[in-house]
């Protein structure tokens, strides 16, 4: 019989999902922690904002119509787009900070990168 004890942490994470912390010495350095649900709000705007740009839908009433989603809805991840690059590439990479979820960014920010970024540092 052979006992292999591998010493983990629990520790919940944005949206009450639990993640695993292995030890350092065995962490991938290629994982990321990025927020699912998040990146994949980033993605839908960005591509609703394209399909808007191009000429798809004239409105995000017709937008919202062909998603079969609420047009406030596709409104409030619209904004998304104007957050900062920078802000966006951290989400992307999983380097945002601990506080920032999707709900909270689904409130009204700054349109200003400046403002946007002692916003999201001051919500922490």
């Known amino acids: 019989m052979l006992t292999v004890r591998v010493p983990l942490a ?7 999902r639990k993640l695993m ?3 350092a010495a065995t962490t991938n350095r290629g994982t990321s922690s990025s927020d699912t649900t998040l990146v994949k709000a980033l993605a ?3 591509r609703w904002r394209r399909m ?4 798809r839908f004239a409105t995000i009433n017709e937008l919202a ?10 409104s409030r991840v619209l904004r998304l787009t104007l ?12 380097r945002q900070p601990e506080g920032m979820t999707l709900p909270g960014l689904m409130e009204p920010f700054p349109v200003e ?12």
């Open 83 to 94: 957050l900062a690059p920078d802000i966006v590439e951290a989400i992307l990479d999983g």
């Open 52 to 55: 808007m740009e191009a000429g």
């Open 113 to 124: 990168w400046e403002r946007q970024r002692s916003h999201t540092v001051a919500k922490q």
């Open 65 to 74: 119509a062909a998603e079969k989603i609420n047009s406030s809805y596709v």
């Open 21 to 23: 912390i292995a030890p």
């Open 44 to 46: 839908r705007a960005f």
């Open 10 to 16: 629990v520790r919940k994470q944005r949206g009450g």
